[in-house]
C-alpha cells in the first residue's frame, strides 16, 4: 500500500522543519518531511553564520524579523530546546557620507515599524562598542541590541524534534523524484523510497529549489552563490561579548565565534553554480579588508582546513518565493531566503502554514513574495543585504 500524508515537505533544512512545527502546531499533523541527506543540516543550515537581526531596509524584512527575534527569545518554552540566541547586536559601521544618510533615513523607517532596539551612533560610540576598528575614516554607525547570534543546528533539531513529537514523520536519506498532477493539481511524489499520496506539496529545497520545483514544470528563478566563512584560532585582543560588525564600505563582518573570531565578506567576484568547496585564495582576500578596518586583526592566526563553503540561495531581488503555485494547486514555494533564511525562518514557518490552512497569513502581505512578481516586473528591493 503507498504511503500518503496530508503535507509533504521537501526539504528538512530549518525552513522545511520550522514549516512542519508550524503546521502540526496547528493540528495539521500528518505531515511528511524529505531530507535527502543521511543527516539534516548538512546542506545551508548547517553552514550558515547565524546572524539575525531587525535593521533591514524595507516593512517586509522588518516585520519578519520582528516576529523571528521574538520567536527565538522564547524557541526554548515553545519547542524544549535552546536556539543559543545571543543578543551581542549588530554594528553598522559607516565610513561615508551615502552610508551614513542610509543608516539615518533606515532609522526612521525602523521606529516607525515599532523597533525599539536600535539607535544610531556618533564615531565616538562606536569606537565605545569596538575600540579596535581603525578610526580616521568612521562617520557613525548604527546599533540593534536585540539584533545577534543563534546555533542554526539547533534551531532546525528544535523545530524537529518538537513537529515529531505531535505526529509528524522525517525521512531521512530520500530525495524527491517527480511531483505527480491529475485534474485538482498535486496528487503526490515520487521519491528514492517510493510513491507517497498527497494533495499538497512545500518546495523547502534550499539552493535546489529550481530542480524541485521543475518536477512540476514550475520555472523558479532560484540560483546556488557560494559563500565562504573563516573562523580564525583563538584571539583574545576583542571582547567575545563584541557585536557583528559590519563594515559598509566593504561589505566585511565578523563576529566572535567560540575563543577565535569568524570572518565573512561576500566575494562580489563570485559566480552561480553548485561550488561547495573553500577556495584557500579566499583567505588572502578576506584577511586583507579584516585588516584595514581592524588593525590587530594582522596578528589573526587562520587554519584553512577549519573554514568552510556554503550554498545561499539567490533570488533576482534577494527577497524568497513565498506562497502557492497558481497554475499548480497544491504545490506552495518557500525558497530563496538569499541568506536570511535562518534569521527568517520563525516567520517563513508560520506564514506558509498559514498559507496551507487558512489561505492568507495575518504577519505580511505574502502576495508580494509570490512568484508571479518575477513575470510581472513587481521585483523587490532590499540594500541591507550581506
Avoid at 223 to 234: A, G
Avoid at 273 to 302: H, M, Q, Y
Amino acid at each position: 500500500m503507498a504511503e500518503a500524508a496530508d503535507v509533504v515537505i521537501v526539504g528538512g533544512g530549518i525552513v522545511g522543519s520550522s514549516i512542519a512545527y508550524r503546521l502540526a502546531e496547528a493540528g495539521c499533523t500528518d505531515v511528511l518531511v524529505l531530507e535527502r541527506e543521511p543527516h539534516q543540516g548538512r546542506g545551508s543550515t548547517g553552514k550558515s553564520m547565524g546572524g539575525v537581526r531587525a535593521q533591514f531596509s524595507t516593512e517586509l524584512n522588518i516585520r519578519l524579523s520582528l516576529y523571528s527575534l521574538d520567536f527565538f527569545a522564547r524557541f526554548e518554552e515553545a519547542t524544549g530546546c535552546p536556539a543559543g540566541y545571543r543578543r551581542q547586536g549588530y554594528l553598522f559601521v559607516a565610513s561615508n557620507e551615502e552610508h551614513l544618510a542610509y543608516l539615518q533615513n533606515n532609522y526612521q523607517l525602523l521606529v516607525a515599524c515599532g523597533v525599539k532596539s536600535v539607535e544610531l551612533l556618533s564615531p565616538a560610540d562606536v569606537l565605545r562598542l569596538v575600540p579596535q576598528l581603525r578610526a580616521d575614516d568612521i562617520l557613525g554607525g548604527s546599533f540593534g541590541s536585540t539584533d545577534g547570534f543563534v546555533d542554526p543546528y539547533s534551531v532546525m533539531t528544535g523545530f524537529t524534534l518538537r513537529a515529531v513529537d505531535m505526529g509528524a514523520r522525517l525521512w531521512k536519506g530520500v530525495e524527491a523524484t517527480g511531483i505527480l498532477e491529475d485534474a485538482r493539481g498535486v496528487a503526490g511524489v515520487e521519491t528514492t523510497r517510493g510513491r507517497i499520496a498527497t494533495r499538497t506539496v512545500v518546495n523547502a529545497a534550499g539552493p535546489w529549489a529550481a530542480q524541485v520545483a521543475a518536477l512540476a514544470g514550475v520555472q523558479l528563478p532560484v540560483e546556488p552563490l557560494r559563500r565562504m566563512l573563516v573562523p580564525t584560532e583563538p584571539f583574545p585582543l576583542i571582547s567575545h561579548a563584541a557585536p557583528m560588525v559590519v563594515d559598509m564600505e566593504t561589505g566585511f563582518h565578523f563576529r566572535p565565534e567560540g575563543r577565535g573570531i569568524l570572518l565573512a565578506w561576500n566575494d562580489p567576484e563570485e559566480t552561480a553554480g553548485f561550488k561547495t568547496s573553500f577556495d584557500p585564495e579566499f583567505i588572502e582576500k578576506i584577511l586583507l579588508r579584516a585588516v584595514d578596518r581592524v588593525p590587530c586583526f594582522d596578528a589573526l592566526e587562520v587554519n584553512p582546513k577549519r573554514a568552510w563553503a556554503g550554498l545561499y540561495e539567490m533570488t533576482p531581488d534577494h527577497y524568497p518565493v513565498i506562497g502557492p503555485v497558481p497554475q499548480v494547486p497544491g504545490l506552495y514555494l518557500a525558497n530563496g531566503f538569499s541568506g536570511h533564511g535562518v534569521m527568517h525562518s520563525p516567520a517563513t514557518g508560520k506564514v506558509v502554514a498559514d498559507l496551507i490552512l487558512h489561505g492568507h497569513s495575518d504577519l505580511i502581505d505574502a502576495g508580494a513574495l509570490s512568484l508571479a512578481r518575477f513575470a510581472e516586473g513587481r521585483l523587490l528591493h532590499e540594500t541591507a543585504v550581506l
